[in-house]
């Protein structure tokens, strides 16, 4: 009686692995100064493509917070998820307005009102003010610019009459 023996499949793993193993150290970033470190050569985090691929982070935007005006008019806004109380303020051309928004929520959460340069990032248990003035009537949305939230439902509205 002859037994025949069949070769295993399993030789060839460790041959594909040294193979896998050689393409990829040709595509290593080597060059560079010498005793850099070679693993982290171009994979910069910064304003590349690779930065790029990040979602952007509402704590990126530079605070822009008017100086509040003595004698204006103070609102309190307060931020949760996913609001803002009161909604809707209204308010006369010209008319400058201290806006104190504090964050009642558990997250980050910003109130960026382009028409009037104001952006303010708040922390939860935090609170910022600035000074709003918008010269033309019109119906205006501050926005809480950290993604997904004023699709969720972050929007204030301002009319100005």
């Known amino acids: 009686m002859r037994v025949m023996c069949r070769r295993s499949a399993a030789w060839r793993l460790p041959a594909l692995g040294a193979a896998l193993v050689l393409v990829l150290a040709g595509c290593a970033p080597w060059g560079g100064p010498a005793g850099g470190d070679h693993m982290s050569e171009g994979m910069s985090m910064g304003d590349d493509a690779m930065g790029d691929m ?13 100086t509040p005006v003595d004698g204006a008019r103070a609102i309190e806004v307060s931020a949760t998820e996913m609001a803002f109380t009161p909604a809707s303020l209204s308010l006369e051309a010209g008319e400058p307005v201290n806006v104190t928004v ?35 009537a ?8 950290v993604p997904g939230h004023a699709a969720a439902g972050m929007v204030f509205t301002i009319d100005v009459e």
């Open 102 to 136: 504090t964050n009642d929520g558990d997250v980050f959460h910003d109130f960026d009102l382009d028409v009037a340069d104001v952006h303010l990032g708040v922390d939860p248990g935090e609170r910022a003010t600035a000074a709003v003035t918008i010269d033309q």
């Open 138 to 145: 019109g119906v205006y949305e501050a926005i809480c610019t």
């Open 54 to 66: 990040h979602a952007p982070d509402a704590r990126d935007h530079e605070q822009r917070a008017p």
